[in-house]
């Protein structure tokens, strides 16, 4: 084996080293990845089986509210020959718009709940901030490590312990996903990715923004006017009222909870828009397992073939020492 | 014995001869504003009219004091007095569309209603400081010193100054008004929304527009108007369109 050929692994381990640094900057994981650990940071207090029961809590008090206004409410007024809709155009908006958004609404929810598992695996990883320094410091120890091999090599060393660290640096490699479960948690993760791409784009938040909208200005129109005019055309005392329009009253009474509730939330979706874009545009999760599973068992390889001794140079006959030099 | 009298009495003899000095001049006073009183209303006449004259400049550059905030009077279309009205996302500042709060005493739901709170309006050249706890416990802006907390969507928000941001400063050039409110910041519903122009960084995003107005120098009868984008947030491209008037007292 010639000196060059003998050095092709450890110039192939360094490539790899060099691949692993630069990775993260090919993929703009510096910015990326931090992108993604604030939006795991934003979504945590609202991706529990408890906040999400709450927000379905909320969605079922305000569709009772909403039934019990076209079904008690609405009658009475237009008995009295009111133009409900013109009258009282948020409740009316409320009508006619409740059921479109009770089934996105209940979508959110939806994704969020089959979520809660994936979401606490990718939770539950080192922080994506972490992720970038996850390739560049294996890959600056790969790299150190073949370039001293190589210079061992060319001082006549064998660098025998640079290629044993340099194997060891390659295992941990291979073992790291498996310690921090990568390969379960990983395609958690993309599924995650994958289930929340259409709820977190722009347009989908101002919807839920709108929705926002459309509700308190109903509660509002039904609490300050629906409600006391019925009231006082049937006769009752508030507290009658309360009683004759239970859902309507509930709707009230929770409402300012439901907005403390609810805004952080939508204000968590909108913060993350651009930070969830950042996270979609990682190459796949699924994939990052392999990212350091491949590289290791390279980097394995290629440091037990240059650990291999030089097999003897066969001696060909023209060069075997004579003693018909001395003669001459 | 003899010095020891003249010692008892000679405190008496100061304080006798003390007040006898400042009865002979305030008699002095008194007697030359009887023998010249024509004077003397000239003379305070043109006191008043340089305190006039001296008082006009004063509203001009930066003003300094309080920015008293007139109650809002809109049980008609006609609105005066100081109001908050939020256009919708890709909305305009002529048209709209204006969120409605059916918690406003307005004709017009569209305005929300301002009332002076403790301080009794703006102060400039200082910082309204939210306290310390700055939401009850059911998410309304308690902060009171800039106006009453305002009830918007079944939760009160309330105003004051962040003590991040700029100092709010208001200068007057003639009768024009321009400013720096970057730190009018809105607590509603446990969060906090930046609502000053321009934004603490200086940006001016979406419909935010200039903080301009108009005073009296005379008066010191002042109007001040500005719009600021929500930037983030779950209010994210709202716009908060702010109009205050009332009469600007110069500080101390």
């Known amino acids: 084996m010639t000196t060059s050929r003998r050095d092709a692994p450890l110039i192939a381990a360094l490539l790899i080293g060099v691949g692993l640094i630069v990775a993260p900057f090919v993929f703009q994981m510096f910015t990326r990845a931090p992108e993604g650990a604030s939006m795991i940071e934003d979504f945590r207090p609202y991706m529990t089986p408890d906040q999400v029961e709450e927000f379905r809590g909320y969605l079922v008090e305000i569709d009772a509210a909403e039934a019990e206004t076209t079904q008690a409410l609405r009658p009475v007024l237009a008995e009295g020959g009111v133009d409900y809709d013109a009258t009282y155009p948020s409740a009316a908006t409320l009508n006619s718009t409740w059921e479109a958004i009770d089934t996105d609404m209940t979508d959110l929810l939806d994704r969020m709940d089959a979520n809660i598992d994936n979401f606490a695996a990718v939770d539950a990883l080192p922080s994506f901030e972490l992720f970038p320094w996850f390739f560049v410091l294996p890959g600056i120890i790969l790299a150190v490590l073949a370039v001293l091999a190589l210079r061992a090599r060319s001082a006549g060393r064998d660098g025998r312990g640079l290629l044993v660290t340099l194997a060891v640096v390659g295992v941990a490699l291979v073992l790291a996903p498996a310690v921090f479960q990568m390969f379960s948690r990983a395609p958690q993760g993309g599924d995650m990715i994958d289930s929340f791409r259409p709820m977190m784009t722009r347009e989908r938040v101002q919807d839920v923004q709108g929705y926002f909208i459309t509700l308190g200005a109903s509660e509002g129109e039904l609490r300050n006017v629906v409600v006391p005019t019925v009231a006082e055309a049937a006769g009752y005392t508030p507290a009658e009222a309360t009683t004759a329009f239970p859902a309507t009253s509930d709707f009230s009474a929770d409402w300012p909870t439901i907005v403390t509730d609810f805004a952080p939330m939508i204000a968590a979706m909108s913060d993350n828009v651009d930070n969830y874009e950042a996270v979609d545009a990682l190459p796949p999760f699924a994939l990052f397992p392999w990212f350091f599973v491949i590289p290791g068992v390279l980097v394995v390889v290629l440091a037990l073939v240059s650990a291999r001794r030089p097999e003897p140079v066969p001696i060909e006959p023209d060069h075997l020492p004579t003693t018909q030099g001395t003669e001459t | ?252």
């Open chain 2, 1 to 252: 014995m003899k010095t020891r009298a003249i010692l008892r009495v000679l405190p008496f003899v100061i304080v006798a001869a003390l007040a006898a000095t400042s009865c002979g001049s305030s008699s002095d006073d008194e007697s030359a504003g009887t023998d010249t009183p024509s004077e003397s209303t000239a003379t305070d006449t043109d006191q008043e009219t340089a305190d006039e004259s001296e008082s006009e400049p004063m509203l001009e550059g930066e003003l300094i004091g309080l920015f008293s905030i007139d109650p809002t009077a809109c049980s008609d279309a006609d609105v005066t007095g100081s109001y908050f009205r939020m256009i919708q996302p890709e909305g305009s500042l002529d048209t709209g569309p204006f969120v409605p709060n059916a918690d406003s005493a307005c004709a017009d739901s569209s305005y929300s209603a301002l009332s002076p709170g403790s301080d009794g309006g703006l102060l400039t050249g200082t910082q309204q400081l939210p306290p310390d706890v700055a939401f009850d416990d059911a998410g309304n802006g308690v902060a009171s010193g800039l106006v009453e907390p305002v009830k918007f969507f079944g939760v009160d928000f309330a105003l004051a100054i962040d003590g991040e941001a700029a100092v709010p400063t208001v200068t007057a050039v003639g009768d024009e008004l321009s400013g720096d409110l970057s730190a009018w910041t809105a607590y509603y519903a446990n969060l906090v929304f930046n609502q000053g122009a321009p934004k603490p960084d200086g940006t001016m995003p979406g419909l935010t527009s200039d903080v301009t107005g108009t005073i009296d120098p005379e008066t010191g009868a002042y109007m001040l108007e500005w719009s600021s984008e929500i930037v983030g947030g779950s209010f994210n491209e709202f716009t908060g369109v702010w109009h205050l008037e009332g009469t600007f007292t110069l500080a101390g």
